[in-house]
């Protein structure tokens, strides 16, 4: 019974450290590539509701989002679902859907504009 005691605690106080490790990793990444500053208010919002809740992201605010750099988009993304406001979401799918906008939004921005 003490050995399942000990057990729950370090458990607890690994996944406990895992978070807080995680935390300070996503934020790190966003400080030292400047994140918070690479993108306008208008299209973080559309990409943010793109991703957390229902809504597309136009041409302007792909191009954005690609030149923000998937590092910080990743980190912003992981970060966001750290807060308890976001505790009901599925990470999984929110990452999925973070990867599509950011796959959708790349090709878009990568790919040839039809000549006049």
């Known amino acids: 019974m003490a050995s ?12 406990t450290c895992g978070a807080a490790m995680a935390t300070k990793e996503n934020d790190q990444i966003i400080k030292e590539n400047n994140c918070e500053t690479k993108m306008g208010l208008p299209c973080v919002q559309e990409a943010f509701t793109s991703i957390f809740e229902t809504g597309s992201i136009s041409n302007k605010c792909c191009g954005e989002l690609v030149g923000l750099g998937k590092v910080c988009h990743s980190a912003l993304v992981k970060r966001t679902l750290e807060n308890p406001l976001f505790k009901d979401l599925s990470p999984a799918t929110i990452i999925a859907k973070s990867i599509q906008i950011w796959n959708n939004c790349l090709a878009l921005i990568d790919s040839p504009s039809p000549s006049a």
């Open 4 to 15: 399942l005691i000990v057990y729950s605690a370090l458990l607890v106080l690994f996944l």
